[in-house]
């Protein structure tokens, strides 16, 4: 197959896509724009029911950020602890709090936390799955305890499959 | 539950949000959450309109980030521009493509994007202001036009007024 | 004029800049440039009185620097410390000696140190608060032992009060 | 000559130093905490005078940040160009006015500026002399115009020569 061929190739696939998406974006295993603005405004009803001041992030399945607000008077520093801990959750498709298990001194993966540009590895950041168990994405969530934080970021990734 | 009414959905909870709190709001000078996340959808909803697709970021007076969505398909690199575009505001007070008018060779600022851990001096970032005419934040645009971005980033800024 | 002069020359102009903005301070939540300075003065004070040599930095609401001043002969890598300390103890609203005792190995929040480009986890930041018990920015203290570097951002942020 | 002896030697050294410096600051080529303070405050009333709002940095010899005061309502992105502003005009000891006439395209040291962890080459750093001529330091003034700038940051510089 040479370029010109791969080109058509690529492009035939994109339009199909582009057209099978059009209609129904859930098949994809992105998280959508308004996915992503669903669990951010989840999470921060869970928080403001909770009482907690919280910073929100929701990565996509590239691990960029997609969505982001924080509440007012939450900390300064968890802007970027929210945004670590969703990276964090997507780069390893796990929650957070368990990544902390093997990083410890002595542990399998001992101060991985210093790649990537700083990874976090307490709870609060956790992997957001479609209804077909597919990872889309990630949220984090810092400002309350670590209790707190991962209990909203469950909350805010379970609103996909509502 | 089709696109349409995600964003109906969307729009709800943010309404019954915005009103809870219209009582205690723009007392200070800093812009509040639910501001920011007015702004954002307002800007959102003119590049749906408009069939652009950007990246769209919030800070608050203190230049800290306090919303941000990415659209569907749009840029990644539009990500850190849209930020970077939303501090450089805030940052020096100005529309960002002001800001390039003294930049360029020769310019009497020549060079200052290399500040700040990077500032961005074409258009896309514009101050928000209150209704009292001060400044509480600034908003950056990315992934259109350098006209498209500012008009998009000029509704959202204005959404505060209404 | 040797150095006993010049301090008081620099105690004489600031007393009058004091006086003359003695009316309209205090009604904002952020911390004023007289403020600082006068933090940044008391906090040096007592480092001369202990004959320790630091490094003192305070910063804003909004966790930006707003005045420092390195002693002579001080540690050239205590000016990022106090800086740093001074950052941390804002954007989480603590002593940063108390989260130390978090960040340990085994800690909840271990390893947070790497979020934030870099946060201090041991004494000598502390918040700065207004008459109101509101915060209004923070003051880190690098140069002494923790023990010596507490003490003297604790003298320091106390100055508001007076 | 052994280690031991050449730390015997070393601390001599220090200790003749040091009471030769404890008589008369002004005799080393360094700026002292306490003419940093003076050349802040002299800029600091003239930028008042002037009804300036200006972000003002000191460095020292070495080029570290030595004292810096930020006036409440300067830009908040004039905190790191002040800073920038002073080292750059230490680094080269040079008025950064002067050195943007030779980093312009097509200039001899064109784009410079991205070296050091970023310069800036319009006017507002000034090096700081002492009585004898002899370069001790550096002010950067950043906030006004370019021409405020320069002329604040003179008039802290000479704050020295008093």
């Known amino acids: 197959m040479n370029s010109l061929k791969k080109l058509n190739f690529c492009i035939a696939i994109l339009a199909i896509t582009l057209f099978s998406c059009a209609l129904q974006a859930q098949i994809t295993n992105d998280i959508t724009s308004n996915q992503a603005l669903k669990v ?3 999470a921060k009803a869970k928080a403001e029911t909770d009482n907690v001041l919280v910073n929100i992030a929701v990565v996509d399945a590239g691990a960029n950020l997609k969505a982001f607000v924080r ?4 900390y300064l520093g968890s802007i970027d602890v929210a945004i670590k801990k969703a990276k964090t959750a997507r780069y390893f498709n796990i ?10 001194p002595g542990g399998i993966i001992y101060n991985i936390e210093l790649t990537n540009n700083g990874l ?20 984090g969530v810092s400002g309350g305890t670590i209790e707190q934080d991962r209990e909203i970021a469950t909350v805010g990734a379970q609103a996909i499959l509502n």
Chains 1, 2, 3, 4 share one sequence.
């Open 95 to 104: 929650d957070t709090g368990k990544l902390g298990e093997l990083t410890q």
């Open 40 to 42: 951010l405004l989840a």
């Open 71 to 74: 509440m007012d008077e939450s």
């Open 120 to 139: 976090v590895s307490f709870p609060g950041g956790i992997p957001i799955k479609n209804k077909e168990d597919k990872i889309i994405g990630a949220i």
